[in-house]
């Protein structure tokens, strides 16, 4: 398949574009124009090509769509305020979907994220899956999830109009190399100091290189058409557990105050009902102290991958040792060697 | 009381603070947001409560008919959408800079008062709270003659953020004075508040000190002169943190602000007489610093901005249009605001 991906000098996106080349696959890269792609280990792979544009003007993405079967959109914006974020992922998606329909360029890999779900009104210890409730006050969240929920309507929205074959995936926490330090682990107070904010929490994590697998099988998978999707990993990690092997292998830890998530969670509640009932709601505290914020990352919550396995055909292939073990290791972990000829005619 | 029913053209950062205005406000009603994007004037329409959405302005000129409008897209475009809203019968509320030149301000100014319309531009610090003190103790005589004005912003625009962003280069580049095009109005309007003179030595130095071809400038150091009376404009993207300092030094002592973290140090003659005055000076000053702190403590966590000028300026703009009086922003103001740019890039590179 002709793979046209979005994001692709990103953490997640650099992984995809690998497997996608493993698996036999051409792919057109979308980077950014000032972008350096010598960077990239894979620049001058026989089957990569690069498309210079930007998603947040519409120029040039009608051309970079000629003679794609399907895309995979992971350009988002991660950080910035509201209005940064609006533009690198609401503009981004939708001169990205215009474009497609304008190309006739239908079949869609989108990826949204784990944060779309509404975690405050969603009971401790509840299994959060595919049916699990969408945030309804996105207000309350951080731009971030405020962004993301309006991209995944703005899919739904062209898979709707244009009877369009899309695949919805929500990654959990993505982690791997240089990204390990988790927000679900805790908060940070300063540069060298952290509020660890519980520790018996299921973390809903999936290793890159296992999430990259996923992306690329919910591309070829005819079943995945059409399904929202959950990727996490399988034996999913609590917060100690992640910690204590994160902070085995580094080297200078940040100071970790650790604070009880009971009386976390209910100090925040006291200030969000003195905000409402005082304030008139017109406060904004720093994040872990709005409850929607709070329960979002830390919630002791559980979840699955069943969907994933049965519809994707996906195993997630490293475990959380063999993760940390690739993350710290010297390998290249981004080299591509040639794709398996059962997988090259896919 | 008849609201007057207001529109927004460009559904970017600063609107938010301009929608989150009409929408409290009794005095508009807003009938209509548009934006290249849908997506962002859905999104505005949705949070705002506005009453519908349009790609293209010209239509939301002729459908929602429109009593003001507020021009909110980059200042290259200014020009072409204003007077597009004028000819259509609207008040025209536009960002800075309003236009990219003097000449095109007469302009747009002649075609206002053919179309018998008011054109605002946003001069919003000079309605918060701080500026409008320091008038206070101008008017009543605190301070004495005003002699000098010194305003000096500092931003880290070159550390990132959209000015240094070129995957997508910002449109502001382009203008003549490049990014210092977008705050300079500020500075100069503030300069003009203080110290409305003509000035007949001016002298700049326009600087790009952190080279590149993005930035046309990112510093500009200026001396305004005026009979007796002295001006400085700064603006610095390299010696931080940010602020925006506004000083003004009369005959009878001085007072100073940062408009980014509000206070006030005045340093004048007190009632305990000259000799005692440097320390009650010391002393109200000191105390009147941790009320700030406290105070700026508690915008924060309130969210109240900088911008809190500007919901101030657009109600008493909307009052004054509702009731037929000239809006607070004169003509003069923007003339001489727009005239001085003019003659601050006249300086260009100049020592």
Not at chain 1, 16 to 21: F, I, N
Request: hydrophobic fraction near 40%; charged fraction near 20%.
């Amino acid at each position: 398949m002709k793979l046209l991906i979005t994001g692709a000098s990103g953490f997640l996106g650099q992984y995809v574009v690998v497997e996608a080349l493993r698996r036999g696959h051409q792919v057109r890269a979308v980077v950014r124009p000032a972008s350096d792609v010598t960077r990239f280990t894979w620049h001058d792979h026989a089957s990569v090509e690069f498309a210079r544009v930007d998603l947040r003007q519409k120029s040039g993405l009608v051309d970079a769509l000629q003679g794609v079967d399907a895309v995979l959109h992971l350009a988002a914006a991660k950080s910035g305020d509201f209005y940064t974020q609006f533009a690198g992922t609401v503009i981004a998606t939708e001169n990205l979907l215009e474009a497609m329909q304008t190309s006739n360029v239908l079949r869609l890999v989108a990826i949204s994220t784990f944060s779309v779900f509404d975690y405050w009104n969603t009971p401790i210890g509840s299994l959060i899956d595919e049916s699990s409730a969408i945030e309804k006050n996105p207000l309350e969240r951080d731009e971030y999830a405020q962004t993301k929920l309006i991209q995944e309507a703005l899919v739904r929205d062209f898979e709707a109009k244009n009877n369009a074959p899309v695949t919805i995936l929500r990654p959990g926490m993505v982690y791997g190399r240089d990204n390990l330090m988790n927000a679900c682990l805790g908060a940070e107070l300063t540069d060298t100091i952290w509020l660890r904010i519980g520790a018996r929490a299921q973390m809903p994590l999936t290793y890159v290189e296992n999430c990259a697998e996923a992306i690329v099988l919910a591309a070829e998978q005819e079943a995945a058409i059409g399904q929202t999707i959950n990727i996490v990993d399988d034996d999913l990690p609590t917060q100690r557990v992640f910690a204590k092997k994160l902070f085995a292998r580094m080297d200078q830890l940040p100071r970790m105050v650790p604070l009880n998530w009971t009386l976390i969670r209910f100090l925040t509640w006291v200030l969000w009902v003195y905000n409402q009932k005082v304030l008139k709601g017109q406060a904004k505290y720093p994040g872990i102290f709005v409850p929607a914020k709070l329960h979002a990352r830390f919630k002791p919550l559980v979840y699955t991958n069943a969907r994933a396995k049965q519809i994707l055909k996906w195993t997630p292939k490293y475990s959380l040792d063999q993760a940390f073990d690739r993350s710290y290791s010297d390998q290249n972990l981004l080299t591509i060697s040639a794709p398996s000829p059962a997988l090259s005619s896919t | 009381m008849t609201a007057l029913k207001a529109a927004v053209i460009g559904t970017g950062l600063i609107s938010k603070e301009h929608l989150s205005f009409l929408d409290q406000s009794k005095q508009a009603q807003l009938v209509g947001v548009c934006d290249l994007s849908s997506a962002s004037a859905q999104y505005a329409a949705q949070r705002y409560h506005a009453e519908a959405t349009y790609a293209d302005y010209r239509q939301m000129l002729s459908e929602a008919k429109p009593d003001v409008v507020h021009i909110l897209t980059p200042p290259h475009t200014h020009k072409w959408i204003a007077k597009d809203c004028l000819e259509a019968g609207a008040h025209v509320i536009c960002e800075k800079p309003l236009t990219s030149t003097y000449e095109e301000f007469k302009e747009l100014w002649a075609i206002a008062q053919a179309c018998d319309r008011y054109l605002i531009e946003d001069h919003n610090y000079r309605f918060n709270s701080a500026i409008l003190a320091i008038e206070q103790m101008i008017a009543d005589g605190t301070l004495g003659e005003v002699q000098e004005v010194e305003v000096r912003m500092a931003l880290a625009i070159r550390k990132g953020g959209a000015f240094a962003d070129e995957n997508l280069p910002n449109p502001i580049h382009k203008m003549p004075a490049g990014v210092i095009h977008d705050v300079l109005t500020h500075l100069v309007y503030l300069v003009l508040k203080f110290l409305p003179t003509e000035f007949d030595r001016i002298r700049a130095a326009w600087s790009n000190h952190g080279g590149g071809s993005t930035f046309k400038y990112d510093d500009l150091d200026a001396i305004l002169v005026g009979g007796s009376a002295h001006a400085r404009l700064r603006f610095s993207a390299h010696t931080l943190p940010e602020c925006f300092d506004v000083i003004v030094r009369g005959s009878k002592g001085y007072v100073q602000t940062d408009l980014f973290q509000p206070y006030l140090r005045t340093v004048v003659r007190r009632k305990a007489g000259e000799k005692l005055s440097p320390i009650v000076n010391h002393f109200i000053n000191g105390t009147d610093l941790m009320r700030s702190s406290v105070r700026n403590f508690s915008n924060k966590i309130m969210q109240r901005t900088p911008y809190e000028g500007l919901h101030r300026l657009l109600d008493e703009t909307y009052t004054a249009l509702l009731n037929g009086n000239p809006p607070p922003i004169s003509f003069e103001d923007m003339e001489r605001t727009s005239r001085l740019i003019d003659a601050l890039l006249a300086e260009e590179n100049r020592v």
